[in-house]
T-cell receptor
Framework: NAGVTQTPKFQVLKTGQSMTLQCAQD?????MSWYRQDPGMGLRLIHY???????DQGEVPNGYNVSRSTTEDFPLRLLSAAPSQTSVYFC???????????FGPGTRLTVT | GQQLNQSPQSMFIQEGEDVSMNCTSS?????WLWYKQDPGEGPVLLIA?????ELTSNGRLTAQFGITRKDSFLNISASIPSDVGIYFC????????????FGKGTKLTVNP
């Protein structure tokens, strides 16, 4: 059981570039979410999904897109990277909404 | 958005000492979760609380769900160097929202 996996672990982008952060879980969890973590700000919710085909916005959704075509995968897309998106991104999953979320190891993104 | 006030922001203690940290809010929560994050890693779930007044232990860690449903505390007894890290509280708001609200973390340093 790998749990929640994220790729890549590190990424450097130039302003305006696009990319997709990958997240997968093998626990058959219905609920998946993306957070960003910035110094002094704690964890802020970007987007979440309560099941395949269903997504919704969190606290800081601007500049990010998500889709959920399968239960296992929940990719996060940056459409046009900006320096303000420099952060550490965490994917998390849980059996039911809001309960006992399990986190991946994170992707450290730098936008220059 | 909803706020969780987590305190203290940081702690510097000697090995063997006990530690206490807490989270408070003006809102009522259905669930309280406590996480620990090691440097460069994702948060790891320590304890989950689901009922007002619930007291749960996990080894040297003890957490309680406040009677008012607006607060929770985490105690660590006989601290050791590997307790170093950032501890986060998180709660699911009463009202059915599936989203977790996170505190900004308590950074713990343990001096050998």
């Amino acid at each position: 059981n790998a749990g929640v996996t994220q790729t890549p672990k590190f990424q450097v982008l130039k302003t305006g570039q696009s990319m997709t952060l990958q997240c997968a879980q093998d626990m058959n969890h219905e609920y998946m979410s993306w957070y960003r973590q910035d110094p002094g700000m704690g964890l802020r919710l970007i987007h979440y999904s309560v099941g395949a085909g269903i997504t919704d916005q969190g606290e800081v959704p601007n500049g990010y897109n998500v889709s959920r075509s399968t239960t296992e995968d929940f990719p996060l897309r940056l459409l046009s990277a900006a320096p303000s998106q420099t952060s550490v991104y965490f994917c998390a999953s849980s059996y039911v909404r809001g309960y006992e979320q399990y986190f991946g190891p994170g992707t450290r993104l730098t936008v220059t | 958005g909803q706020q969780l006030n987590q305190s203290p922001q940081s702690m510097f203690i000697q090995e063997g000492e006990d530690v206490s940290m807490n989270c408070t809010s003006s809102s009522i929560f259905n669930t309280w979760l406590w996480y620990k994050q090691d440097p460069g890693e994702g948060p790891v779930l320590l304890i989950a609380l689901y009922k007002a007044g619930e007291l749960t232990s996990n080894g040297r860690l003890t957490a309680q769900f406040g009677i008012t449903r607006k607060d929770s505390f985490l105690n660590i007894s006989a601290s050791i160097p590997s307790d170093v890290g950032i501890y986060f509280c998180a709660g699911q708001l009463k009202g059915g929202s599936e989203k977790l609200v996170f505190g900004k973390g308590t950074k713990l340093t343990v001096n050998p």
